[in-house]
Nanobody, 120 residues
Framework: QVQLVESGGGLVQAGGSLRLSCTASGRTFTMGWFRQAPGKERELVSAISWISSSTYYADSVKGRFTISRDNAKNTVYLQMRSLKPEDTAVYYC????????????????WGQGTQVTVSS
């Protein structure tokens, strides 16, 4: 069982930036970031393939968020810029135990979540 540990969440003003990190305890393949705001369904924000050849971004974050990974460190990052109040949510890291397309929304492993709050 692979464990995922997220970090980097916090409180930021609108227009600010945050970088989320997620480190896996073992090898993983496709990795993604989801978020869930109060009263809303969890949504896939971004995902990246094993060799970083493919990425996915939700329309709401395109041009503002950048996903990357360092396989030597078993870590995936989500750089978030130009944050908006509507980006406020709990952000979850997720990982697959086998290669998949980056648009998949069912994952094998999940982190505990990290809160991101954007004030207006």
């Amino acid at each position: 069982q692979v464990q995922l540990v997220e970090s980097g969440g916090g409180l930021v003003q609108a227009g600010g930036s945050l970088r989320l990190s997620c480190t896996a305890s073992g090898r993983t393949f496709t990795m993604g970031w989801f978020r869930q705001a109060p009263g809303k369904e969890r949504e896939l924000v971004s995902a990246i393939s094993w060799i970083s050849s493919s990425t996915y971004y939700a329309d709401s974050v395109k041009g503002r968020f950048t996903i990357s990974r360092d396989n030597a460190k078993n870590t995936v990052y989500l750089q978030m810029r130009s944050l908006k109040p509507e980006d406020t949510a709990v952000y979850y890291c997720a990982a697959q135990r086998a290669p998949t397309v980056v648009t998949i929304t069912t994952y094998d492993y999940w982190g505990q979540g990290t809160q991101v709050t954007v004030s207006s």
